[in-house]
């Protein structure tokens, strides 16, 4: 009596494991689900981040081209475009050189 007994508990402990575990097994269906989710709104995020930074740096090249507003009074991003324009007008005049040849 006391074997089936001992048996009982146990077959009854398996069964609260077995739903223990489909419960953790679709908790982390869910989970799963919501970092997906994320990852996806995250990207989205960096990507207008991204697109958010290239028209500010547009405006601040417009700015500085019409004459110079605070945003552009920055010297160092003077600096930087002169340096940009400079680059471009080397690699002008290699393709210039280039088809001449």
Do not use: P, W
């Not at 009596?1 to 077959?11: A, G, H, N, W």
């Not at 997906?36 to 990207?43: N, P």
């Not at 930087?80 to 690699?91: F, G, L, P, T």
């Amino acid at each position: 009596m006391v074997l089936e007994q001992y048996i009982q508990r146990v077959e009854e402990k398996l069964h609260l494991l077995v739903k223990k575990l489909q419960q953790v097994q679709a908790e982390n269906v869910l989970l799963k689900e919501e970092v997906k989710a994320q990852q996806q709104a995250l990207q989205q995020q960096q990507q207008s981040i991204l697109g958010l930074e290239e028209r500010l740096q547009l405006m601040k090249i417009a700015a500085t081209t019409q004459g110079g507003t605070a945003i552009a009074e920055d010297d160092a991003f003077k600096k930087e475009i002169r340096s940009k324009i400079n680059d471009y007008i080397k690699e002008i005049d290699r393709c210039i050189a280039l088809l001449n040849s």
